[in-house]
């Protein structure tokens, strides 16, 4: 039974079983897209109308990166990596390869700049971490900690929108969202942080910790904070945030073949959603898993850019650099990509970190936030050594979803994952708690000894 159980472990934690799962996923996604996606969500833009030898490069650029994704779940932001190649990487790859109108080599060569940098993000894994200084609290004053900043972003929240705790069907979710977005509109700016950093951070960071510790009340408590957010918002991340964080404390049970369970279960998930679809017991999964968390971001990719490859440039003018670039269009992009593709003045089409970073600066803009993305991995790395590693996966979770749908810069202020950041570096070490334990064993081993 053991040598059973040692050669599963063996080839679960081999590159040929990463390979496999990476190109398993890519093949159902592709049967889902054409079985599933076009047929029922082709009036969005979902089309299925590429060539076959188009269709197997396209193939192969999403299957490449399993060449070098990492296996072993050796460094928190790891898990960022492998979330951004099933949420963006591979839909990137091939849904604008199969939609889009272009059928020129542009939307192909536009698929290898993003392998490439995708490429360079993973060499930060070689690059040895930075030693920081730290600051040294006990566990309960970053307790105390995470509790003010949750009284203060509550008070806030409920300044604005008042006190709301209700389920929201799916039938309402666009009438909520927008008054959600009236409201923060002529709410003062904090309250849109206040917000994010609750529902993106501390939430996630109390169910963390409270499963890590297996402490009902605080899982409860960061459970009911994301539906408290979620009556307001209409977010349905913020409803399935738990699920999300027990599914990566399950994929991390073995971190020696993280890699290989994160692709496999996905795949299956995925397969499990488009299935149910086909067979015409439900369309909610498929349009939650296929169509929302994956094939509208690789569309929305392929539209950033159709679009801003003949058309201006934003230059960040719509954001940091607003009083230093004249911005040449009257709404900000994800409205703009929204109307004109949507047909929906109101449709907030935001698109993933590259796609933003393109519609900002074209290539070179792609290449510069790649760099700034691997530098906040690194030192996020940098800020989890020496703390319990599955608590900084959870922390950094539900941010990394982010980055599926939104820039960079939004997902480090607005999304939280530069307080994330500041979190982690804050958080108690756990070799502290370890070492005591030590020494008192050490100490009544003495002690026994002597006697």
């Known amino acids: 039974m053991q040598l059973g159980s040692s050669w599963t472990g063996s080839v679960l934690r081999s590159r040929i079983s990463v390979m496999l799962a990476c190109a398993l996923y890519v093949v159902v996604f592709v049967l889902v897209y054409k079985r599933v996606v076009v047929p029922v969500w082709g009036y969005e833009g979902f089309h299925s109308r590429t060539t076959a030898t188009r269709a197997a490069a396209a193939w192969v650029l999403a299957v490449l990166p399993s060449l ?239 679009f801003f490859s003949s058309h201006a440039k934003v230059h960040l003018g719509h954001s940091i650099l607003k009083s230093l670039v004249d911005y040449p269009y009257a709404v900000e992009p994800p409205y703009l990509i929204g109307f004109l593709y949507f047909h929906s003045a109101s449709n907030d089409a935001n698109a993933n970190l590259w796609a933003d970073a393109y519609a900002n600066f074209g290539y070179p803009g792609i290449i510069c936030f790649t760099l700034m993305l691997a530098i906040v991995l690194w030192l996020y790395d940098s800020m989890a050594v020496g703390r319990d590693k599955r608590v900084a996966v959870l922390l950094i979770g539900l941010p990394a979803f982010s980055l599926a749908n939104g820039a960079l810069l939004t997902s480090l202020l607005s999304n939280g994952m530069g307080l994330a950041m500041l979190l982690m570096y804050l958080m108690p070490p756990v070799r502290r708690e370890n070492s005591r334990r030590s020494s008192v064993l050490v100490h009544a081993v003495g002690v026994g000894s002597r006697r």
């Open 68 to 306: 070098w994704m990492p296996i072993k779940l050796k460094r928190p932001s790891q898990t960022v990596y492998w979330l951004l190649y099933l949420l963006v990487m591979v839909p990137a790859c091939l849904v604008p390869i199969y939609a889009l109108e272009d059928q020129s080599s542009g939307p192909l060569l536009f698929a290898v700049c993003l392998v490439t940098v995708y490429a360079f993000t993973g060499m930060i894994y070689r690059i040895p971490l930075l030693p920081l200084p730290r600051v040294h609290l006990e566990s309960y004053e970053f307790s105390v900690i995470l509790v003010l900043l949750s009284i203060t972003f509550y008070a806030l929240l409920v300044s604005s929108f008042g006190f709301q705790f209700h389920y929201v069907s799916f039938e309402d979710t666009y009438s909520v969202r927008g008054q959600f977005k009236n409201t923060v509109d002529q709410a003062p700016t904090l309250v849109a942080y206040a917000i994010g950093w609750q529902a993106w951070v501390i939430n996630p960071l109390v169910m963390a910790i409270g499963l890590r510790s297996r402490r009902t009340s605080w899982v409860l408590a960061g459970a009911m904070g994301q539906f408290a957010i979620y009556s307001i918002t209409a977010f349905r991340a913020m409803l399935f945030s738990a699920g999300l964080l027990l599914y990566l404390l399950w994929a991390m049970r073995s971190s020696k073949a993280f890699g290989t369970r994160l692709a496999a279960t996905w795949t299956a998930i995925f397969a499990g959603a488009g299935a149910l679809q086909l067979f015409g017991y439900s369309l909610i999964p498929a349009l939650l898993v296929a169509v929302r968390m994956t094939a509208l971001p690789g569309l929305l990719t392929g539209y950033y850019y159709e």
